[in-house]
């Protein structure tokens, strides 16, 4: 084995999953196995795409959700190994060995035989699904339960009481069974089926936006110029195009908040009506053609809206609009926050990371800005993002204060670091460095303490990219990272960018 085969070796870490997971899943995969081999000679009511899908089950990226969950194989560390919530492509962990590998090949079988045969070329008049009557009762969770923060995304969480921030407007809600979510991070959350393989496959997708898509064009991206105001859901419908078809909206409450609801349907008119995976496409449009939903706008007053999209993409899925019913039911929204993504002008930006900077953003720069101590900056058309975490904990809950200690977890993970120039940033000495982790990098950092909770939870380094780091004498360790999201291309551009960037940063006054 090579040296470097060793440390990566060793860096691969994790713990066996819950009796109760390894139950369910066991007993999920047998019943559609059964149910499947039943309909073998002419593949009835299953559904089939030109790939293997990559369900949740397959693709939760929380070490005790590995595809390597089916082996009973001991951890050659007792670290913990989490996921990030900080990447909006999130990658899976590569397990190193070779039965683990044989494994992943069956699960993809299977998976694969579940998803044969998808036909919805031809499409009834849409059946109205039954929207909740208004009120404002909600599910209680369990008392003395405490709602667990769900930080991580491309994951799988069991039964019980959460807590989402990712919005900026919090909310808790709870689930009877093991339940996956596939994005949150950016301002959207979606939670899926188990066996979800794509954002309409039995999804409950909540976004913090101000628009809705173009009604003349309602399955394509939202566009700035051409969207729609997301708080002016029965002008849209008016005035949507012959691609929609609408039930009657109905004004009701959820989580404690006015809301109106409508049941949508998209006819499909192509070969292909699949939406793909949010975690591939992030920037995903709302709507495709070929699946239903139940859409609501949740009114957050002055603030922009939370927009809930129920889908399925088959109509033999008719069932998770109940499922989904049942856990939106127990939803309760905190109080309302501002959106955390915004679009500053072009020139000086105030952040609140580093206890208070600016920075001098080009037009078209989207912040996001999800809690205290950690900012993202997407700069226009380079195809990366540039983070900024401020005093990081390890993943035992002690902070780095150092670069020399940040340098040795990094070895610790395999990251491979090599040290460049670096230019003042903000009238302090910093440090850069080019890193390679792979492309499946380990959890190095927690960005805040609510993340050591569970171990899905942190701060991945760059697969390929750069690191700013700066010893404030009174403000800390702060870390800055640039990563390319788009392929190797946009590396050296991105680190180009980040660099003019900060010498423009200065610190205020706390």
């Known amino acids: 084995m090579t040296e470097d085969l060793e440390r990566r070796v060793k860096a691969a870490e994790g713990h066996a999953p819950s009796a109760e997971f390894v139950a369910r899943l066991r007993a999920q995969i047998v019943a559609e196995t059964e149910r499947s081999g039943a309909g073998a000679g002419d593949h009835a009511g299953v559904r089939t795409k030109d790939f293997a899908p990559d369900s949740i ?49 069956v699960f993809i079988g299977i998976w694969a035989l579940l998803s044969m045969n998808d036909d919805r070329n031809d499409r009834n ?8 009557t208004p009120t404002t009762e909600v599910s209680d969770p369990d008392e003395n339960s405490e709602a667990a923060p769900l930080t991580a995304d491309n994951t799988v969480f069991e039964s019980g009481t959460y807590r989402i921030d990712t919005l900026g407007t919090a909310f808790t809600f709870s689930v009877e069974e093991t339940t996956g979510v596939r994005r949150n991070e950016n301002t959207v959350v979606s939670v899926t089926d188990l066996t ?10 909540f976004r913090r936006t101000s628009l809705l898509p173009d009604p003349a064009a309602p399955t394509a991206e939202v566009d700035q110029i051409t969207g729609w105001p997301a708080t002016d859901l029965l002008g ?35 070969v292909s009506c699949v939406a793909p995976d949010l975690v591939d496409r992030p920037d995903l449009p709302v709507f495709t053609a070929g699946s239903r939903y139940r859409m609501g706008v949740v009114d957050q007053g002055q603030e922009d809206p939370i927009v809930v999209v129920v889908a399925i993409d088959d109509d033999d899925e008719a069932g998770w609009f109940d499922e989904a019913d049942t856990i939106l039911s127990s939803l309760t929204f905190e109080s309302i926050e501002p959106n955390p ?18 920075l ?13 101590g950690f900012a993202r900056i997407f700069p226009p058309n380079i195809g990366g993002d540039v983070e900024f975490l401020t005093r990081p904990l390890d993943t035992d809950g002690v902070e780095v204060t150092t670069t020399d200690g940040l340098l040795q977890l990094l070895g610790d993970k395999a990251v491979d670091v090599t040290e460049l120039d670096a230019p003042d ?35 991945e380094s760059p697969q390929e990219g750069h690191l700013w780091v700066i010893e404030h004498p009174d403000r800390g360790l702060l870390i800055v990272s640039s990563e390319g999201l788009v392929g190797p291309e946009a590396i050296e551009p991105l680190r180009s960018w980040t660099d003019d960037l900060l010498r423009t940063l200065a610190f205020r006054d706390p």
């Open 236 to 270: 849209w419908l008016e005035v949507a195009g012959d691609e929609v078809t609408a039930g009657d909206p109905v004004d009701t409450t959820l989580g404690g908040l006015d809301a109106t609801f409508v049941d949508l349907e998209f006819p499909c008119v192509g």
């Open 425 to 459: 940033i903000g009238g302090i000495e910093a440090r850069t460095f080019e890193v390679a982790s792979g492309p499946f990098p380990n959890i190095v950092l927690k960005t805040r303490a609510a993340d050591l909770v569970r171990s899905g939870f942190g701060w």
């Open 57 to 105: 089950i397959e693709a939760a990226n929380e070490p005790d959700a590995d595809i390597t969950f089916v082996v009973d194989l001991e951890p050659l560390h007792s670290d913990e190994n989490e996921l990030t919530e900080l990447r909006a492509w999130t990658q899976r962990r590569t397990q190193l060995l070779a039965t683990a590998a044989a494994v992943a090949v």
């Open 125 to 132: 008049d849409l059946d109205t699904v039954d929207i909740p």
């Open 341 to 358: 993504v915004r679009r500053p002008p072009a020139g000086a930006a105030e952040l609140a990371v580093f206890d208070g900077i600016s």
């Open 360 to 372: 001098d953003l080009p037009e078209g720069s989207v912040v996001v800005e999800p809690f205290d």
């Open 196 to 205: 979800s393989t794509g954002a309409d496959d039995r999804t409950i997708t």
